[in-house]
């Protein structure tokens, strides 16, 4: 619907560990990709999702001169950010270093159940994410598409069980990282694309 450019629509995440190719602008996540949140956008918070790009610039000035006059950036970071109302062991272990669950079936006495430990140790698993929103700003039908190719999900994971209702959120925060294979310089952190048309039959 017209003003294409502004973008109203809520965007789905898909995960996969770190190398899986994105998939192409009209196609559907498929092989390795996992959506995050077993019913996608559905197990959202309201927030919805945010993409946050910042940066560190350090400013020069000189003696004859009364304000900066150079600038250099020093730092940038990109990162996604989300809180998925799912706490399948799934997607809790995703959030969780991609911890190993293993799996128990219900037998005479004995409850069936899914269970995974809590400690990460020190590695932490690099991940590619693809953040999809079925909305273009150049036409009706058409999607754009962030696909980062490294990033690790920092987010503090915080727990609170109340008396009031409120749903139980994973908050998740995916930080960029730069990725050495990148086609170039600019493309380390993502790449962002907007379909413009759709396939020709």
């Given at each position: 619907?017209?003003p294409y ?30 959506l ?75 409850a ?35 696909a ?15 008396s009031e ?22 493309e ?14």
């Amino acid at each position: 619907m017209q003003p294409y450019e502004i973008i109203m629509a809520p965007a789905e995440v898909y995960v996969t560990l770190e190398g899986e190719t994105p998939p192409a602008i009209n196609a559907i996540p498929g092989g390795n990709w996992v959506l995050l949140g077993v019913a996608g956008k559905r197990n959202q918070a309201v927030a919805g999702v945010k993409i946050k790009h910042s940066e560190t610039l350090k400013f020069h000035t000189t003696a004859g001169a009364t304000g900066s006059v150079k600038a250099v950036r020093t730092g940038e970071e990109v990162s996604v950010e989300l809180t998925i109302e799912d706490l399948t062991l799934e997607t809790y272990a995703k959030a969780m270093n991609m911890a190993g669950i293993r799996e128990v079936a219900a037998a005479s006495g004995v409850a069936g159940y899914k269970a995974f430990g809590g400690k990460q140790g020190t590695d932490v698993v690099t991940w590619a994410l693809l953040v999809r929103v079925d909305a273009s700003p150049y036409g009706d039908g058409l999607a754009m598409q962030w696909a980062f190719p490294k990033v690790v999900e920092n987010g503090n994971l915080e727990l609170t069980f109340d008396s009031e209702g409120a749903a139980l959120g994973l908050a998740l925060k995916y930080v960029a990282l730069e990725d050495p294979n990148a086609a170039s310089d600019a493309e380390r952190f993502f790449v962002v694309t907007a379909q413009t048309a759709p396939a020709l039959p």
